[in-house]
Every structure is written in structure tokens, then in C-alpha cells.
């Protein structure tokens, strides 16, 4: 694990670019950075995108 001295970072003067890089590094350490790739890249899946009216074919196969 990472070992960050907590009292030295909120000791620390900085500026309001400084405070949100540390923040933005904290959300990404918190949520994971796979989860918010997979937020960001999400794909539609085939079964996804066949719910709903008209989502399947009556009586045959759907040609593509």
C-alpha cells in the first residue's frame, strides 16, 4: 500500500490547482481507476441494444 504521512498533506500550504490534483488523485484512488475506465469506454452490448419494442425478430433470425 502507499504510505502517505496524513497530517504532513493537510499541513501543507497550496494553492487551489494544488488542492484539486490532490482530490482528483484521492476520487481516483477511492472508486478505481478500472471502474472510471469502464464508465468512460462504455460500449453497448449486443444484448443491450436488442431490449425493448422491436427488439427481436418475429419468426426468423435478424440479418445484420
Known sequence: MLNINAAKVLQKEMDRKDFLKHV??????LTGASAIIKLLADQPTQKSQQVGYGGSVYGGTKKS
Not at 24 to 29: K, N, P, R, S, Y
Open 24 to 29: 482528483g488523485i484521492a476520487a481516483v484512488a
